[in-house]
C-alpha cells in the first residue's frame, strides 16, 4: 500500500499487522512532495471520501461503500478511510492501495455480510487480515480448518522434545549425504516411538499394567538407543505413531522437499529377559531435485507407504480385507461393533415387547368391547404363540429329512479316493512332526498338544458357523496359546514363535478342506471375476505400468519367470505360512531383477508396479480365496510386522489396483483403453527412435529378424553350453559310480565255494535214519 506520510512505518510489529494507533501514527502528516510529484502539491486538509468508494488494490479493482471499510474500528481500513489521511488516487480517480487484491474481495464479503471463504483460501485471507488488522476476521478464521487443526497440531509438537531441533537434523544429514555421494537424493534411518518401556513380541492390551511394575534399577537397564540418525519420542499424548510421520512429512514437504518414507523393520535389540526393544524403525527418502525426463512426465504407480500400514496408527502394517486396520486393531473394532449390534437387537426387542403390552393393556381396557371380540383376540394370540414356538422348535431341532437331503447334496461333491489317500498321508506325517517337536518342550510340550485337541475337536462342531467366527475363534486360539506360554511356561519369544508356526501347520493341515474357499462365501465368485479381469488386461505392457524390468537380460527373464512360478505355486500350499513364503520368495525374485536391471537397489515405488506386472503375467489361480485364507487363518504376529507382513500388504495393494485399473493408470487415453479391453486391437510395440520416417517397412522388418535371430542364436549357444555340461556331469557320475563299485568290489571279494555234498544226500549225517520202519509196499487186493 502506497501512503504519502512523514514517518517510516514502524517495520518492528510481527506479520506485518498494522492496530488503528499504529495506522493513525502513520497518516499523521502529509509527506512533502518528491522529485516525481513536482507540480502537483498534496492537499494538507483532511481528505474526504465519497459514499460509494472505487479501489484498486494492487491492480484489481472494487467498488464498495465508505460504511463497509469503516464497519469495525479497530482496523487498518477504518484508519486509511477515516479522513486524517491521504490516499492516492490513480488515473481514473480509484483509491490505490499496493497490495495484491487477489484476495481482497473475500475480505470484503466478510465486511459487507459476515461471510467466511472456503476452506483452500483460508490460510491466504488469514494473511490479508493480518495485514489489515481485522480482529473479528482472524479469530473467525481461526476457528476454521485448517487454521484451526494447524493449532492443535502446534499444540501437539509443542509437547514432542526438541521436535524443531530433530527436523533441522534430518534436513541437515539428507544434504550432507546427497552432498557426499553427488545424488539427488539421500536416505536415513528415524526411530518413532510413543511409549518409551519395551514390550514383547506378544503382549496384549491385558497384560499392559505389568509393563510399569519394574524397579528403579530394572528401568535402568531397559534404557536403550537404537542405531538410527533421529529418533523421536517418546511423549504423553493422544496423538500416535502416525500422527507424528504425517507431520514430519507435512513440515519437510512445506520446506520444498520431496519425502518417502516407510516402516523396514522393529528394533530387535533384546534387554532383559524376554523383553526386546521392538521401536519402529522408518527409512526417510529426501529427494532434493527431480528428474527431468520423457519417462518422469509418465504418471507411474505410487502408494505411500505409510498407507500400507493400519490406518489407526499403531505402526502394524494394515489389511483391505480388515478396512485397512491390523489384525489387533480389526479384532477391537469388531468386537465394539459386535456388543453395539448386540446392545441395538436387546433394545429394539425390549421396545416390542413393550409395545405389545401396551397394544394388549388397550385393547384390554377400551370400553364397549364384547366378551366375543375379546374371545377372538385371546384365541388369535395363542395361535400366533404357538406358531412362534413351533418355527423355533424347528429352528433349533435336527431334522432327518434336511440331513438327508444335504448329504444328497455333497455327495456328488466328494473328493476322489486318491485325494483322500493323499490328505490322509499329509496328515498324518504332519502330526508326526508335530508330536515329535513337541517332544522337546516336555511338560510344555504336552500341554500344547492337549489344548491342539481340544479346539480341532471344537471346531469340528462349529463347521456350520460362519467363516467368519470360525476365523474369530482359530484368532483367539493363536493368541491364547500365545499368552499362556509367555506367561506360565515362561517360554522365549523366539521358541513362542517357532512353537506357534508349528501349531498352525498342524492345525491348518487338518482344517484346510473345510475352511478354503468354503460354499457360505464369495471366494469363489471373487476368484472368477479376478480372473476374467486379469484375462481382459493381457494387452498391459512394462511401459505402460513403468515397469523397471528389462526382460531382454536372460538373469532378468530367469527372476521374472521364478517369479510368477512362485506366485503360481501358491495355490498349491495348505498351510498360511508356506502360502506367505511363496509370495515372500516372489517378492525378493522382483527386487534381484530390479536390482539387476537398475544396478542399483530397489525401492518401493519400483517394487509395487512390478507385482502388478507379475500377477498379471501369471495370473495365479484361486487368487482371492488364498489372500482371503490367509487374511482369516494365519498367525497375526506375520501379518503385522516383518517382511512377510509387507509383501503380503504389497500384493492385496496390487490386487485392489488391478480391480480398479483404468485409462489414466496406464498413461492412456480413455478411447484406447476402451478398444484394447474389447479387443479390437492391441498396443504396438515401440519401435527404434534411430529409423528415419522415410525408412522402408522392409528394411525395419529385416533388421528386427536379424535382431531375433541374433538373439535365438545367443540363447542356441547358451544352451549348447548347458547341454555339453550336463553331458560331462553325467560322464563323470558314471565314471564315479563304478570306481565305487569296482573300490567296494576289491575291499570285498566276492568267494564262490562248491557244494560239499549233493542234493541226494542231504540227509546222509543223519543218524536216526536207521530207527524209521520201512517204507510200504504196494499190495494187491483181489475183489
Not at 511356561?489 to 514363535?497: F, N, T, W, Y
Amino acid at each position: 500500500m502506497v501512503v504519502v506520510t512523514g514517518r517510516e512505518p514502524d517495520s518492528r510489529r510481527p506479520d506485518g499487522a498494522m492496530s488503528s494507533s499504529d495506522a493513525e501514527d502513520d497518516f499523521l502528516e502529509p509527506a512533502t512532495p518528491t522529485a516525481t510529484q513536482a507540480g502537483h502539491a498534496l492537499p494538507l486538509l483532511p481528505q474526504e471520501f465519497p459514499e460509494v468508494v472505487p479501489l484498486n488494490i494492487g491492480g484489481a479493482h472494487f467498488t464498495t461503500r465508505l460504511s463497509t471499510l469503516r464497519r469495525y474500528e479497530d482496523t487498518m481500513l477504518a484508519a486509511m478511510f477515516s479522513g486524517r489521511h491521504y490516499i492516492p488516487t490513480d488515473a481514473e480517480g480509484r483509491y490505490f492501495i499496493d497490495r495484491d487484491g487477489a484476495h481482497f474481495g473475500d475480505v470484503l464479503n466478510f465486511l459487507r455480510s459476515g461471510d467466511l471463504p472456503p476452506r483452500e483460501r483460508v490460510r491466504a485471507v488469514y494473511k490479508e487480515a493480518q495485514y489489515y488488522a481485522i480482529g473479528p476476521l482472524l479469530e473467525q478464521l481461526e476457528n476454521m480448518q485448517p487454521l484451526k487443526g494447524e493449532k492443535v497440531r502446534q499444540a501437539f509438537l509443542g509437547l514432542m522434545p526438541y521436535y524443531k531441533d530433530h527436523l533441522e537434523r534430518i534436513v541437515e544429514i539428507a544434504r550432507l549425504r546427497a552432498v557426499q555421494r553427488k545424488a539427488r537424493f539421500a536416505k536415513l534411518k528415524v526411530c518413532v516411538f510413543k511409549e518409551e518401556m519395551p514390550i514383547t513380541p506378544y503382549e496384549c492390551p491385558l497384560l499392559s499394567s505389568l509393563r510399569f511394575e519394574r524397579s528403579e534399577s530394572d528401568g535402568q537397564l531397559f534404557e536403550h538407543h537404537c542405531e538410527v540418525d533421529v529418533s523421536f519420542g517418546p511423549w504423553e499424548a493422544v496423538a500416535d505413531v502416525y500422527d507424528l510421520l504425517h507431520c514430519l512429512v507435512t513440515d519437510l514437504s512445506a520446506q520444498g522437499l520431496t519425502v518417502d518414507h516407510q516402516c523396514i523393520g522393529v528394533c530387535d535389540k533384546h534387554l532383559i529377559n524376554h523383553y526386546y526393544c521392538k521401536r519402529p524403525i522408518y527409512e526417510f527418502k529426501i529427494t532434493w531435485w527431480k528428474k527431468m525426463s520423457l519417462k518422469s512426465e509418465r504418471r507411474g504407480i505410487h502408494v505411500d507407504q505409510s498407507e500400507l500400514l493400519c490406518k489407526k496408527g499403531c505402526g502394524y502394517y494394515g489389511n483391505p480385507a480388515w478396512q485397512g486396520f491390523c489384525s489387533k486393531c480389526w479384532r477391537e473394532e469388531y468386537h465394539k461393533a459386535r456388543q453395539k449390534q448386540i446392545q441395538e437387537d436387546w433394545e429394539l426387542a425390549e421396545r416390542l415387547q413393550r409395545e405389545e403390552e401396551e397394544a394388549f393393556a388397550s385393547s384390554q381396557s377400551s370400553q364397549g368391547a364384547q366378551s366375543l371380540t375379546f374371545s377372538k383376540f385371546e384365541e388369535k394370540k395363542t395361535n400366533e404363540k404357538t406358531r412362534k414356538v413351533t418355527t423355533v422348535k424347528k429352528f433349533f431341532s435336527a431334522s432327518s429329512r434336511v440331513g438327508s437331503k444335504k448329504a444328497e447334496i455333497q455327495e456328488p461333491k466328494a473328493p476322489s479316493p486318491s485325494i483322500n489317500r493323499q490328505t490322509s498321508i499329509e496328515t498324518d506325517r504332519v502330526s508326526k512332526e508335530f508330536i515329535e517337536f513337541l517332544k522337546t518342550f516336555h511338560k510344555t510340550g504336552q500341554e500344547i498338544y492337549k489344548q491342539t485337541k481340544l479346539f480341532l475337536e471344537a471346531m469340528h462342531y462349529k463347521r456350520d458357523f460362519s467363516i467368519e467366527e470360525q476365523s474369530e475363534c482359530t484368532q483367539d486360539f493363536y493368541q491364547n496359546v500365545a499368552e499362556r506360554m509367555q506367561t506360565r511356561g515362561k517360554v522365549p519369544p523366539e521358541r513362542v514363535e517357532k512353537i506357534m508356526d508349528q501349531i498352525e501347520k498342524y492345525i491348518m493341515t487338518r482344517l484346510y478342506k473345510y475352511v478354503f474357499c468354503p460354499e457360505t462365501t464369495d471366494d469363489e465368485k471373487k476368484d472368477l471375476a479376478i480372473q476374467k479381469r486379469i484375462r481382459a488386461l493381457h494387452w498391459v505392457t512394462p511401459q505402460m505400468l513403468c515397469v523397471p524390468v528389462n526382460e531382454e537380460i536372460p538373469e532378468v527373464s530367469d527372476m521374472v519367470v521364478k517369479a510368477i512360478t512362485d506366485i503360481i505355486e501358491m495355490d498349491s500350499k495348505r498351510v498360511p505360512r508356506d502360502k506367505l513364503a511363496c509370495i515372500t520368495k516372489c517378492s525378493k525374485h522382483i527386487f534381484n531383477a530390479i536390482k539387476i536391471t537398475k544396478n542399483e537397489p530397489a525401492s518401493a515405488d519400483d517394487f509395487l508396479p512390478t507385482l502388478i506386472y507379475i500377477v498379471l503375467k501369471g495370473n495365479p489361480p484361486r487368487l482371492q480365496s488364498n489372500i482371503q485364507y490367509i487374511t482369516r487363518f494365519c498367525n497375526p504376529s506375520r501379518l503385522m510386522t516383518g517382511e512377510d507382513g509387507y509383501y503380503f500388504t504389497n500384493l492385496c495393494c496390487a490386487v485392489a489396483f488391478i480391480e480398479k485399473l483404468d485409462a489414466q493408470s496406464l498413461n492412456l487415453s480413455q478411447e484406447d483403453f476402451d478398444r484394447y479391453m474389447s479387443g479390437q486391437t492391441s498396443p504396438r510395440k515401440q519401435e527404434s527412435e534411430n529409423w528415419s520416417p522415410d525408412a522402408c517397412l522392409g528394411v525395419k522388418q529385416m533388421y528386427k529378424n536379424l535382431d531375433l535371430l541374433s538373439q535365438l542364436n545367443e540363447r542356441q549357444e547358451r544352451i549348447m553350453n548347458e547341454a555339453k555340461k550336463l553331458e560331462k556331469d553325467l560322464i563323470d557320475w558314471t565314471d564315479g559310480i563304478a570306481k565305487e563299485v569296482q573300490d567296494i568290489v576289491e575291499k570285498y571279494p566276492l568267494e564262490i565255494r562248491p557244494p560239499n555234498q549233493s542234493l541226494a544226500s542231504i540227509d546222509s549225517e543223519n543218524v536216526e535214519n536207521d530207527k524209521l520202519p520201512p517204507p510200504l509196499q504196494p499190495q494187491v487186493y483181489a475183489g
